[in-house]
């Protein structure tokens, strides 16, 4: 298995209140790219939101294969965002990608 750092992308389509982008890092922190060399090294957070309500989820996954990494990362951001009160409407997702591998795990 390798360990992939994944990132998905999306926006906030309505007014979300205060406390979401707290309940979706929560929801997220077992996926937290930190247990990372990568991750750690970068300061990559699990969730960035931007003035314009786009946001980046940065997920850790182990995977066979990228395309294995990508459809975890987006299953995994899916139940994220489901445990945060929002849904694919409320909160659109792009493409997973992978931004960078990680072999070794501190």
Do not use: C, K, Q, W
Not at 10 to 19: P, R
Not at 68 to 94: F, I, V, Y
Request: net charge negative; proline share 7%.
């Amino acid at each position: 298995m390798t360990t992939y750092v994944i990132s998905v992308p999306g926006t906030f389509t309505e007014g979300i209140e205060a406390d979401v982008p707290n309940r979706l890092a929560r929801a997220l922190r077992p996926a937290d790219p930190h247990g990372t060399r990568m991750g750690s090294a970068e300061d990559l957070d699990v969730l960035s939101v931007n003035e314009d309500s786009t946001f980046t989820l940065r997920l850790t996954v182990e995977a066979d294969t990228g395309p294995h990494a990508e459809e975890e990362a987006r299953h995994l951001a899916d139940r994220a965002l489901r445990d945060a009160g929002l849904d694919e409407r409320s909160a659109p997702l792009g493409p997973a990608v992978i931004t960078g591998i990680d072999s070794e795990v501190r």
